[in-house]
């Protein structure tokens, strides 16, 4: 199985700038997650999605912020207008239905930097 | 609300065996998960305990006692390459969805 997929692995943004993050889970999962990571303040759960429908969006940190996932395959994280603060590694993640939520398989990360 | 505790950092040498606590405070609990993440890498899921006891995988052990609200990862022979981050993790339950909740994290340097 290949795991979880993101792209780009790297981005380099000026402020006030989109940036759309891709993710494409693994074959056969059911649930799909968006983490936030920073020295700050670690590992953030942004949004999961369950069967392609978004369940708890309660960590996205504003409206600058959306995700979608139009099928079971693929889903994005949106930020627009972009703003230094944004700087951190995006992680999706993904699991198991009979697995739940406990045993979450994360892709390689997106490094974003927002100039 | 949600909090885990863990050390945030910890230091062994190679072959030694190490012992990484995790005290956790929680609405509702469904288990303890850990997670390794080397420098530079992606979170990598290692065990779960959603029951007492010890659960043995290979030189990596983990621990949980829901009484206690407590666990810990041990690591046996250590080695070089176990030198990483490591995260316990809880699901929380919130407005009707749960979620999982990771700790800040302990940091393991291994040296010769």
């Known amino acids: 199985d290949a795991g979880v997929i993101q792209s780009p692995r790297h981005e380099v943004t000026e402020m006030g700038q989109e940036v759309t993050l891709r993710c494409k889970p693994i074959?056969?999962?059911?649930?799909l997650f968006w983490y936030r990571q920073t020295m700050m303040r670690g590992l953030e759960l942004l949004i999961y999605f369950n069967n392609n429908v978004p369940i708890d969006d309660s960590g996205m940190p504003e409206d600058r912020f959306s995700a979608k996932m139009p099928n079971a395959s693929f889903s994005t994280l949106k930020i627009q207008p972009s703003e230094p603060r944004d700087s951190a590694v995006y992680f999706c993640?993904?699991?198991?239905?009979?697995?739940?939520?406990?045993?979450?398989?994360f892709g390689p990360g997106t490094r974003l930097t927002v100039l | 609300g949600q909090s885990l505790e863990q050390p945030s950092e910890v230091t062994a040498v190679e072959g030694a065996i190490v012992q990484i606590n995790c005290t956790y405070q929680t609405s509702g609990f469904y288990g303890l998960s850990w997670y390794q993440q080397h420098d530079g890498g992606a979170p990598t899921f290692l065990s779960y305990n959603a029951l007492d006891g010890l659960e043995e995988t290979g030189r990596f052990s983990s621990f949980l006692s829901r009484s206690d609200s407590y666990g810990y990862l041990l690591l046996q022979e250590l080695q070089m390459k176990d030198s990483a981050s490591y995260f316990c993790?809880?699901?929380?339950?919130?407005?009707?969805?749960?979620?999982?909740?990771f700790g800040a994290g302990t940091r393991l340097a291994v040296h010769p």
């Open positions: 993640a993904s699991s198991r239905q009979r697995e739940g939520q406990d045993t979450q398989y």
């Open positions: 993790a809880v699901r929380e339950e919130s407005g009707g969805y749960n979620k999982l909740i």
């Open positions: 074959s056969g999962h059911d649930y």
